[in-house]
């Protein structure tokens, strides 16, 4: 009777033992990475913004790109041969080599042409380039840094073709560090 006592007890520790390794292998369920998130306001439409990205270069010449696709319309082109989605694009101010450095600081957007765009959603009319914006950045947490925007885009038909009027384009979010 002993014997069959200590085999019990040996039995029920070795699954109380392997029950939590089971549950951590088998049926996690992964945990998204801080960030990655974002919201877009042209002309009173709301854009669910996807997969966001924060990219910088320090140094001399400094850069910073914020990136995400249009989430709602991910295998959808904005305008024939354009993914839709968020990028925007900066000089770093001086002296500036890291995320946390950019703290409540407020920097001019960029707007290159060429095809690029800075905001392009379906459904929006067309590519947005920025006349004139900025992005305003907060704090870094988790591997994640929080940004808003505003502006004012000129609009692009993706066919040489631009608007003579501006609009205003505004959003938030925050944005994973690579």
């Keep these: 009777m002993a014997y069959a006592q200590r085999l ?22 992964p945990v998204e990475k801080p ?3 974002a919201t877009v306001a042209i002309e009173g439409t709301t854009y669910a913004v996807s997969d ?15 990136e995400g696709h249009d989430a709602s319309h991910v295998d959808q082109d904005c305008v024939p041969g354009v993914r839709g ?6 000089v770093l101010p ?3 080599n890291s995320p946390v450095e950019l703290g409540d600081k407020e920097v001019p957007v960029e ?3 060429g095809g690029d765009h800075n905001l392009c959603f379906a459904g929006a009319k067309g590519m947005l380039g920025v006349e004139k914006g ?9 591997g994640a840094i929080a940004f808003t925007f505003s502006g004012e885009f ?11 009027f501006t609009v205003h384009a505004s959003g938030s979010g925050t944005a994973a560090i690579e």
């Design 35 to 37: 960030g990655s998130r």
């Design 8 to 29: 019990t007890n040996a039995l029920v520790g070795s699954v109380l033992v392997t029950l939590p390794l089971i549950a951590a292998c088998g049926g996690a369920t």
């Design 134 to 142: 900025t992005v305003k950045f907060g704090r870094v947490y988790g």
């Design 85 to 90: 989605g968020l990028a925007l694009h900066g």
């Design 111 to 113: 707007f290159s042409g």
């Design 94 to 96: 001086p002296g500036v």
């Design 52 to 66: 966001v990205k924060f990219a910088y270069h320090p140094g001399e010449q400094g850069s910073f790109r914020i």
């Design 154 to 164: 000129k609009r692009y038909n993706g066919e040489g073709g631009e608007s003579e």
